[in-house]
Structures are given as structure tokens and as C-alpha cells.
């Protein structure tokens, strides 16, 4: 079945570093990609999305790019601020099935110090 | 604009007691609804979704259920909850099957 792996967390970085968190994925046919973002205390939002291979999801300085050679979907960004501080969640919705269901990694946090 | 709400933020229940958790979704008709859940270090997933009043699929077997008792509202309940079903529970919305779905702020319960 589908599934998606992410980099464990917690991911620590100083204000200003270049950021990467991996995502992977399993998948028959061509699934979208999204990855969302959980800020403290609030549900959840979505940061990027993808949805046909080698498409560029960006948002707020993020990027990731959907490659299928690799079934991969690292989400990038290249100098973080404190407020960035939140869960990552990468996530794939498959091409086939149509229930709309999305299917999520484990989540990574970000922690960013001044 | 739409907005969706879940209430309560977070809840402590006894083993065995029954569970209601809430969801609202306001400026929108006919929305797909979603009930995800995510355990301690493990990510979301879907527990329940619903295409329109009355209409519930499960995911998978578990001691929850779901009901949509009106078109935008979507309810989780358990008769007798487990120390397992502790967990953070979130509700979504989208527009149909293909499009982006849209969260809630979650609910956090503790089965104690």
C-alpha cells in the first residue's frame, strides 16, 4: 500500500540555517504530494503541494520538488527564522481510489533558536 | 470564508467512559469531512471520512465510530474508550474528493 517516510525529528537549527527535511514515498501510479505545517497549538496547514512529477511546490520560502526517479519530496528552505518553529508533515494523496484520503508521515519538528 | 471548529481542545477520560468530540464547518455545502487521528510518535491517520449526510466509511477497525447528522457537522464517538485511544484527534474538510483538504485545530485526549 502507500506510505510516506519522513526524517525523524526534533531538527535543531540556528536562525538563518539552510533547512532540509527528507520525505520519501511509496506509491502506485502518480500521487499528489503536499507537505503541512503545525504550528503550536493550532491544526494544521498546507505549506506545498505537487501533483505531477518534477513539479515545484513553494510557500513562504519553502520549496520541495515532486521526483519520481526517486520518490522523493524534501522540503527545503534556505535560511530559517525562529518562527518557522513548527511540526512538518509530508503527506500523499494516491492517484487512484478517489476517496480523497491522505496519507501522512510520521511528522518532523523544527525548533529554530535565535 | 470557510472555517471549521472542533471542540473541546482537549479532554481527559476515564477507561470505559463514552466519548463525543464535535466538528463544524461553516461556509461551504456538501463537504467531504475527515476524522484523522495521531498517536504519540506515529503520524496521522484516517480514521473515518464522509461524502455526504448519513454516508460514513471506516478506515479501520478500531472502538470508535463516526456520525454526520447534518451536512456540515461531523461527530466522533466511542461507548467505552481504551487507554489505546488516547491520541490527537483532528477533523478536515475539502470540496470534493480531489481537492485540498483544510484542518482543524485538533483535539488532544487523554484515556487515563
Known amino acids: 500500500g502507500n506510505s510516506v517516510t519522513q526524517m525523524e525529528g526534533p531538527v535543531t537549527l540556528s536562525e538563518e540555517a539552510f533547512l532540509t527535511i527528507n520525505c520519501t514515498y511509496t506509491?502506485?501510479?502518480?500521487?499528489?504530494l503536499f507537505w503541512y505545517v503545525q504550528y503550536p497549538g493550532e491544526g494544521l496547514q498546507l505549506l506545498l503541494k505537487?501533483?505531477?512529477?518534477?513539479d515545484k511546490g513553494s510557500n513562504k520560502g519553502f520549496e520541495a520538488t515532486y521526483r519520481k526517479e526517486t520518490t522523493s519530496f524534501h522540503l527545503e528552505k534556505g535560511s530559517v527564522q525562529v518562527s518557522d518553529s513548527a511540526v512538518y508533515f509530508c503527506?500523499?494523496?494516491?492517484?487512484?481510489?478517489?476517496?480523497?484520503?491522505?496519507?501522512f508521515g510520521q511528522g518532523t519538528t523544527l525548533q529554530v533558536k535565535p | 470564508s470557510q472555517t471549521i471548529h472542533q471542540w473541546p481542545a482537549t479532554l481527559v477520560q476515564p477507561v470505559g467512559s463514552p466519548l463525543s468530540l464535535e466538528c463544524t464547518v461553516e461556509?461551504?455545502?456538501?463537504?467531504?469531512l475527515y476524522w484523522y487521528r495521531q498517536a504519540a510518535g506515529r503520524g496521522l491517520q484516517l480514521l473515518f471520512y464522509?461524502?455526504?449526510?448519513?454516508?460514513i466509511s471506516s478506515e479501520v477497525p478500531q472502538n470508535l465510530s463516526a456520525s454526520r447528522p447534518q451536512d456540515r457537522q461531523f461527530i466522533l464517538s466511542s461507548k467505552k474508550l481504551l487507554l489505546s485511544d488516547s491520541g490527537f484527534y483532528l477533523c478536515?474538510?475539502?470540496?470534493?474528493?480531489?481537492?485540498?483538504?483544510?484542518f482543524g485545530a485538533g483535539t488532544r485526549l487523554s484515556v487515563l
Open positions: 505537487a501533483t505531477k512529477a518534477d
Open positions: 464522509s461524502v455526504g449526510i448519513g454516508q
Open positions: 461556509g461551504t455545502s456538501n463537504p467531504n
Open positions: 506509491a502506485t501510479g502518480y500521487p499528489s
Open positions: 478536515a474538510w475539502s470540496y470534493g474528493q480531489g481537492s485540498i483538504q483544510y
Open positions: 503527506a500523499l494523496r494516491g492517484a487512484s481510489g478517489n476517496t480523497g484520503k491522505l496519507i
